[in-house]
């Protein structure tokens, strides 16, 4: 089979990885597939791969010009991208995102193709009620909707009447490993880490990421240990968390914490894809207490890495995690976070939260999703090729 997968971004995001991730192992199998994304700086993807990418040439909106405008540009941009006479046609077409779920209904609508697969990762609350509408036209108008974990399968059963497949995630285990590399000393001394307890969180400042309730839990723990160091990575979106920050900024002003490489806040911005490794590897734990997740790739990451996790005690974590294969808490309260940080310091229960996150991790290979997605796209191209039975 020829598979396009379709991203919203060239950017480390969840649903950016998952297609990556998916298509190399689709490759592996033997399928043809190969992800595509807006590309507006013509750099490519984040990272190399071992599948085909194309980047789509998307044009400039200006910063100023809204989501809406973004989110519309954007769909416009893939649908020229598919509609030139030269642009290569594939078996299937399977969208990441609201962006180019929407580019493939309008193409399906004018008959450029017969039809398309969509996953959902998660579903945004967007303060544009038009970026909302748009966002849910791209799911209810695929042809068959998969999901990532069972708590989006159930919001899309119950709240929008749609039934989904699950295929879950997985993780790079020859990437994500416990094993020490030079690039980690390299990292130690880029980020400024100092020999204290070290806190990963990843996804930059976002609400989504509770970012500001890890910082209030930080900021508890620095009262013992003020040789403490928060690591903030990531944070390439399209969306405007400028709320968030606002908030985030003012604790750090309010507490006189210093920041920037060996400071008590690192916040790293965008990194290569290679250095996630070593920032697992460098942290005493993850800090993940996620308000909204589609599944929670970074946790598994760590947890390949040999780190400990924090996570909230809510679903999909709850999906796919047993009770002693990371450190629960309750995400709204910054009290259950920093103790939970306390705890991921206590030598025996770091140990034991170390081993059991490499068995849980053992069963999450990309191999298996990737098998799971080939039995879906042979149902759909099956389905779609089997004849409408006469009824008399």
Known sequence: MSVALLAHSTNPRGGVVHALELAEALTALGQHAVVHAPDPAGRGFFRTTRCGTVGVPARPVPPDAGLRALVETRIADYVAHFSQPGAARFDLYHAQDGISGNALADLRERGAIPGYLYTVHHIDGFDDPAVDALQMRAIRSADRVLCVSRLWRDVLAQEHGIDATIVGNGVDRDRFTPDSVAADADWRGRLGLTGGPVFLSVGGVEARKNSVRILDAFREIRHDRPDAQLVVAGGASLLDHSPELLAFDARIAADGLSTGPGGAVVRTGPLPDAAMPSLYRLADALVFPSL???????????????????????????????????????????????RAMRAVLEPRRADALRGAGLLRTAGFGWERCAARHVAEYTRFLTDRRSPVPCLK
């Not at 679903?315 to 910054?334: I, Q």
């Open 292 to 338: 909204r997740e589609g599944f929670g790739l970074a946790v598994l990451e760590a947890m390949a890495c040999g780190t400990p996790t924090i996570v909230p005690a809510i679903a999909p974590f709850t999906e796919h995690l047993e009770p002693g294969d990371a450190e629960w808490v309750d995400p709204l309260d910054s009290g259950s976070i920093a």
